[in-house]
């Protein structure tokens, strides 16, 4: 679970620098959603 936390903050982190932030926003929410709110 730790990889997939560890990814998926590098796959925001990246959405963010290419200036998806609005992208990025939605999809972290979505996944807090489908996870329960799991924090890195």
Do not use: W
Request: no cysteine; glycine share 12%.
């Amino acid at each position: 679970m730790g990889e997939l936390v560890q990814a998926l903050g590098e796959l925001d982190a990246l959405m963010r620098e290419l200036g998806a932030s609005d992208e990025a926003d939605l999809q972290r929410q979505l996944l807090e959603e489908a996870f329960g709110g799991v924090k890195e």
